[in-house]
């Protein structure tokens, strides 16, 4: 019997616990997602130690559920992936403790994941990938650009310089007396409003691909202060679309300046905010009229935000590499793209 090709991730960097069993690179047989925001939302953010607690309870159940649904068993996966940083540092131990108990009590090999290439392979799920590639990668922790010359090699060509795209949707959503966390709120109210405020859309004309989203933040906040000072109540669906505007602003305008410069085959948007409708349907439109040449792939909005299917795939790529961990891997909270094997 030909052995199948079988991988079995785990993802617990944030609030989300997840299990997935994937085949073949690209096909998911489950994706169990245990979504613990609701524990986070009367604290208005993630509280770390809630979180860990969280993955302790739900981690054993979900391996069972992930291979249940999968209708796969231990012995037949080809390794175990997880994710071992970037991330809350006891969240992701449980995880990685969680896959090193697992692979070791089966014998599997074990495949450590970066979470940010995660989310890039995510567009893996939804079509075959050409390099070399860019990624726009905008969560509630990052805003990069990372440029793959092939399968594996990450090179981050720009960055923000101080808040990620989705921290200032949550921050402002938070003067808005919105639900953390606050993009899908935003992004909704944004498609009912007016620009309106017209607030500023950093480095927009900087000649490097980097951003900046705390000066949008300060106007923002300072542009609602000032009317609550004054007794003044502003539309909330004007403060949202003017918001939004000025972020798609500046992540369309860098990108496609960035797919310009670089030899680029396929753009990639992913990350949590790659779910924002604005964003998808600009980046859609302009990359299809000034670039046609360039195959654009978003990840589904289940595949964008958190979850292990997406670590499977990335894991994919190491697999064909053999680069496995040893026992003693660690999760590095701050894990950045150009860690190498050896520091494992
Ligand atoms: O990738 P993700 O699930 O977790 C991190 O690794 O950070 O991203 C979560 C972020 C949050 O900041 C959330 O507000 C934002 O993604 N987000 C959105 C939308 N859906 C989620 N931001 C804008 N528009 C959306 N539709
Ligand atoms: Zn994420």
């Known amino acids: ?16 616990t997840s299990v997935a069993v994937v085949e073949d690179e690209a096909r998911v047989l ?3 997602v245990a979504s613990q925001i609701k524990s986070h ?6 509280v770390p130690e809630v979180a860990s607690r969280h993955h302790v309870e739900q981690i054993s159940a979900l391996f069972e559920e992930a291979l249940e649904e999968a209708q796969v068993s231990a012995d037949e996966l080809s390794a175990v992936a997880v994710t071992y940083g970037p991330g809350l540092v006891g969240a992701l131990l449980i995880g990685v403790s969680a896959a090193k108990a697992f692979a070791w009590a089966n014998n599997l090999p074990l495949i450590p994941v970066n979470h940010m290439a ?5 567009a893996r799920i939804v079509e075959p ?14 805003t990069e650009l990372v440029y793959m010359k092939e399968d594996g090699d990450f090179a981050i060509v720009g960055q923000t310089r101080d808040d990620a795209a989705g921290e200032a949707y949550d921050k402002v959503g938070r003067v808005m007396g919105l639900k953390y966390p606050s993009g899908k709120e935003i992004d909704e109210m944004a498609h009912i409003g007016q620009d309106t ?9 900087e000649d490097n691909f980097d951003f900046s989203f705390s000066g949008l933040k300060s106007s923002f906040i300072n542009t609602v202060h000032n009317a609550e000072q004054k007794g003044q109540e502003l539309d909330k669906n004007d403060l949202a679309t003017s918001f939004q505007a000025a972020v798609v602003d500046v992540l369309v305008e860098k990108t496609l300046r960035c797919v310009a410069q670089y030899p680029v085959k396929t753009l990639v948007v992913a990350g949590g905010v790659a779910a924002n409708q604005g964003l998808r349907s600009a980046l859609l ?5 000034k670039f046609p040449q360039v195959k654009v792939v978003i990840p589904p909005l289940n595949l964008c935000g958190d979850n292990a299917a997406m670590i499977a795939a990335a894991a994919f790529a190491e697999l064909k590499k053999e680069n496995f961990a040893q026992m003693n891997l660690n999760a590095i909270p701050s ?10």
Do not use: W
């Not at 939302?41 to 993630?46: A, T």
């Not at 995660?118 to 995510?122: D, M, N, S």
């Not at 390099?131 to 509630?140: D, E, K, R, W, Y």
């Open 1 to 16: 019997m030909t052995k199948r090709n079988l991988i079995l991730a785990v993802e617990t960097s944030c609030d989300e």
């Open 41 to 46: 939302q009367r604290f208005g953010g993630i």
């Open 197 to 205: 405020f017209h607030f500023p859309r950093a480095m927009i004309n």
């Open 285 to 289: 439109t302009q990359m299809t009229e």
């Open 335 to 344: 894990l950045a793209f150009d860690v190498k094997e050896e520091s494992l």
């Open 118 to 122: 995660g989310h890039i392979y995510a």
């Open 129 to 142: 990938l050409e390099f070399p590639l860019l990624s726009l990668l905008v969560s509630g922790g990052h």
């Open 30 to 32: 489950s994706n169990i």
